[in-house]
């Protein structure tokens, strides 16, 4: 009877944490998405008055580490050309399974954007 409860604790608890783990990997992708989406969208006006496409990189930049902060989220970015990199590292804190030994698990994602100039 034991060994029964114990196992199906076990079940409830891999079933609760695995869900935890996969909305954690998910927010993490998504995180580093939109703070590449937000970064891209910072042009340089004086170049995007002549009609041409080119990223800020400072704006890019900035804005882009103000969104992780904003979604407390750990991360780097970087800026080549017109295309905006994001790294960042997530933590999932498990709930049942830490209560027999399990630890919170590290997620990492990365996302990049890129800004594109679209006819009219």
């Given at each position: 009877m034991?060994?029964?409860?114990?196992?199906?604790?076990?079940?409830?608890?891999?079933v609760l944490d695995g869900g935890v783990m996969l909305r954690a990997r998910s927010d993490a992708f998504a995180?580093?998405?939109?703070?590449?989406?937000?970064?891209?969208?910072?042009?340089?006006l004086d170049l995007a008055v002549e009609g041409r496409t080119a990223i800020d990189?400072?704006?890019?930049?900035?804005?882009?580490l103000e969104y992780?902060?904003?979604?407390?989220?750990?991360?780097s970015?970087?800026?080549e050309g017109d295309?905006?990199?994001?790294s960042v590292t997530t933590t999932a804190q498990l709930q049942l399974l830490d209560l027999v030994?399990?630890?919170g698990l590290t997620f990492d994602a990365n996302a990049r954007a890129?800004?594109?100039?679209?006819?009219?």
């Amino acid at each position: 009877m034991i060994g029964v409860t114990v196992a199906a604790f076990m079940m409830v608890g891999l079933v609760l944490d695995g869900g935890v783990m996969l909305r954690a990997r998910s927010d993490a992708f998504a995180t580093a998405a939109a703070a590449a989406r937000i970064g891209a969208q910072q042009l340089d006006l004086d170049l995007a008055v002549e009609g041409r496409t080119a990223i800020d990189p400072v704006a890019a930049e900035r804005a882009a580490l103000e969104y992780l902060t904003a979604n407390g989220v750990a991360g780097s970015v970087s800026v080549e050309g017109d295309t905006v990199h994001v790294s960042v590292t997530t933590t999932a804190q498990l709930q049942l399974l830490d209560l027999v030994g399990g630890d919170g698990l590290t997620f990492d994602a990365n996302a990049r954007a890129q800004a594109v100039k679209v006819a009219p």
